[in-house]
């Protein structure tokens, strides 16, 4: 399923906006970080992927998920360059939807309709959710991402990935990921990734998720 709703999604790339503003996640993700990591990281793999396949017209109509998917294709001086760039570049586009500014309703802690019977389901609360996907998170050595993930039967999966990984390989949907590189919170956390991790909660898009999906399930 293409979840990537970017506008111009083969060469030239280029960087989408956050969909919301650089302060709009504080106080759990500070502005400056957000500016770092939007613009100067985001913005450095979208630079990369395009200088990689600038010499390469023949992959220029490609779109970025074919790209991903398909990255043993392409010559070999470019394989994992584009392969690591590309990943870089979606898995920011779908990890700034995944967060929203911080509402204080109860409604909005937490997953909805289908999502919500399905979380219940499998980790029979939505604490032991959490404290899994935590653990995920806490436990990804070095750099990569957790994330929530869900088969076209709606079967939830909690999976952790290194570097820029992506899942775009497998049929499933990716709902949820938290990106646990050092450059998404060294700024303002420091070496300390759980309350960092612990803080994103009160962020994470709900409404999103739970409508993804419902899009994606059959
Ligand atoms: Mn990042």
Known sequence: MEITENINNSYPFTLEPLPYGYDALEPYI?????????DKHHQTYVDNLNR???????????????????????PPNIREGVKNNAG????????WKVMSPAISTQASQQPSGNLNNAVIKQF?????FKSDFTNAALLRFGSGYAWLVTDKKGHLGI???????????????????????????YLKYQNRR???????????????ISDLYDKFIQ
């Open 124 to 128: 029979l609360t939505f604490g032991n």
């Open 88 to 95: 870089g570049v979606y898995n920011h586009n779908l990890f």
């Open 194 to 208: 759980s309350d960092y991790i612990s803080n994103w909660w009160n962020i994470v898009n709900w409404n999103y």
């Open 159 to 185: 999976v952790s990935t290194a570097n820029q990984d992506t899942f775009l390989h497998m049929d499933v949907c990716s709902l949820l990921l938290l990106d646990v590189w050092e450059h998404a919170y």
């Open 30 to 38: 500070d502005k400056e970080t957000m500016h770092f990591h939007h």
């Open 52 to 74: 990689l396949l600038k010499p390469y017209p023949v992959y220029h109509e490609k779109s970025l998920e074919d790209l991903i998917k398909y990255y043993y294709v392409l």
